[in-house]
């Protein structure tokens, strides 16, 4: 079972950037669809974006279409979220997920992923 562990979130101002990390620990992720998800306070995790291990392809949500960038790099085992143009309604803790298998559901079900990072805070001031 691989372990998603995040980095790379902190403060930043409104039109900034920042890049977050999602290591695998345990397994590589060659194998694995990992998404990313955030979740603000008081509201309910939600599907930002992702990478689909069996067709290559890249997922994202309508709010960060065109801001945000997922990528993979196979010889750090890492996947990378790009986030530029934050807003203030950006700010949420974020997690790297991973899971295997599920080709033919939507990568953007949260129920689907079976191993969770503990979150990166993600803060965007305005």
């Known amino acids: 079972q691989v372990q998603p562990v995040e980095s790379g979130g902190g403060l930043v101002q409104a039109g900034g950037s920042l890049r977050l990390s999602c290591a695998a620990s345990g397994r590589t992720f060659s194998t694995y669809t990992v998404g990313w998800f955030r979740q603000a306070p008081g509201k309910e995790r939600e599907f930002v974006a992702a990478s689909r291990w069996s067709d290559g392809r890249t997922y994202y949500s309508e709010s960060v279409k065109g801001r945000f960038t997922i990528s993979r790099d196979n010889a750090e085992n890492t996947v990378y979220l790009q986030m530029n143009s934050l807003k203030p309604e950006d700010t949420a803790v974020y997690y790297c997920?991973?899971?295997?298998?599920?080709?033919?559901?939507?990568?953007?079900?949260?129920?689907?992923?079976?191993?969770w990072g503990q979150g990166t805070q993600v803060t965007v001031s305005s």
């Open positions: 997920a991973a899971r295997r298998g599920h080709a033919t559901v939507g990568v953007d079900v949260i129920l689907t992923y079976d191993s």
